[in-house]
């Protein structure tokens, strides 16, 4: 079992920065990936970002690529999702998840390859 808990999320003006936190917790040595997932009301759930555990391999969608980043510190206690240059597109309830099996190398994008999730992190950026 893993458990993720999310923080850091607000509300923030258009252009203005928010660095979203997830800590995990429990059977953190086996995660295998972790990302970070928004879903805006009325819209299905879409992944930000998503990081690869041990190597440190990143993916960011086309929407995000310039502005997000996705981070962990050194010890792999936390992973990070600064955001900068925030749009009113932007807002959402922000989540983190983990995986925990292997994937032959491959970087998990899709809401269905993860296994725990945190409970979310509300963003809202007014325009």
């Known amino acids: 079992q893993v458990q993720l808990v999310e923080s850091g999320g607000g509300l923030v003006q258009a252009g203005g920065s928010l660095t979203l936190s997830c800590a995990p917790s429990?059977?953190?040595?086996?995660?295998?990936?972790m990302g970070w997932f928004r879903q805006a009301p009325g819209k299905e759930r879409e992944v930000v970002a998503a990081?690869?555990?041990?190597?440190?391999?990143?993916y960011s969608a086309d929407f995000v690529k310039g502005r997000f980043t996705i981070f962990s510190d050194d010890a792999k206690d936390t992973v990070y999702l600064q955001m900068n240059s925030l749009k009113p597109e932007d807002t959402a309830d922000y989540y983190c998840?983990?995986?925990?099996?292997?994937?032959?190398?491959?970087?998990?994008?899709?809401?269905?390859?993860?296994?725990?999730w945190g409970q979310g992190t509300q963003v809202t950026v007014s325009s």
């Open positions: 429990g059977r953190t040595f086996s995660v295998y990936a």
């Open positions: 990081t690869r555990w041990s190597s440190g391999d990143t």
């Open positions: 998840a983990a995986r925990m099996r292997s994937y032959n190398g491959y970087l998990p994008r899709w809401a269905y390859e993860y296994d725990y």
